[in-house]
């Protein structure tokens, strides 16, 4: 995990510093971005074991859409949904999430690259399987989030994005798509 930890600044500095001569927008006003990934660590450990629960591999997706342009940067507000399945235990999670991208305030000039950072509000639904499926009181329920990550677009519409955070996994990398 920590060899991940320290890729991922050492990816945002590459990409940070291959600029392109143009001074344009990543993420603006009216921009709407879908995205689909696969998540690397879950968040969820319950006294400890979260590990031993043979959780599989997270995934989630979401939708954000540019709500407003500033000259330090753009806001957007959307919502994820994110699932990691297990031999005893089930997490659904799902809710409303927002972002500040920061392009402008470092004066990056890559129209390619989006960094942001941001904040979310999940309701996390849990259910047990021990030979009966069951529910457990203080399992569920609303949960609170960050995120700092990065997009960057391969063609005007298509990319690949890495976040750290801790929504449904704590880095969660995939594909993401403007319209």
């Known amino acids: 995990m920590k060899k991940l930890l320290l890729f991922f600044p050492l990816l945002i500095g590459i990409l940070f510093f291959s600029t392109n001569a143009t001074k344009a927008q990543s993420f603006q006003e009216g921009d709407i971005v879908i995205d689909a990934g696969i998540g690397l660590g879950h968040t969820y450990s319950f006294g400890g074991i979260g590990t031993g629960l043979g959780l599989g591999l997270p995934f989630g997706a979401g939708v954000e859409y540019g709500i407003t342009t500033l000259d330090v940067g753009t806001i957007g507000v959307g919502g994820n949904f994110g699932y990691v399945g297990g031999d005893v235990l089930n997490i659904l999670y799902i809710g409303a999430r927002g972002s500040y991208h920061f392009n402008e305030l470092l004066e990056l000039e890559n129209e390619k690259l989006d960094l942001y950072g941001g904040i979310t509000l999940l309701y996390r639904n849990i259910s047990w399987d021990f030979g009966g499926s069951f529910n457990t009181p203080g399992d569920s329920g ?31 990398v995939g594909v993401v798509f403007k319209l």
């Open 142 to 172: 609303i949960v609170p989030g960050f995120h700092v990550g990065g997009r960057y677009y391969f063609s005007d519409n298509i990319g690949g994005y890495a976040e750290i955070g801790n929504n449904w996994a704590w880095l969660n």
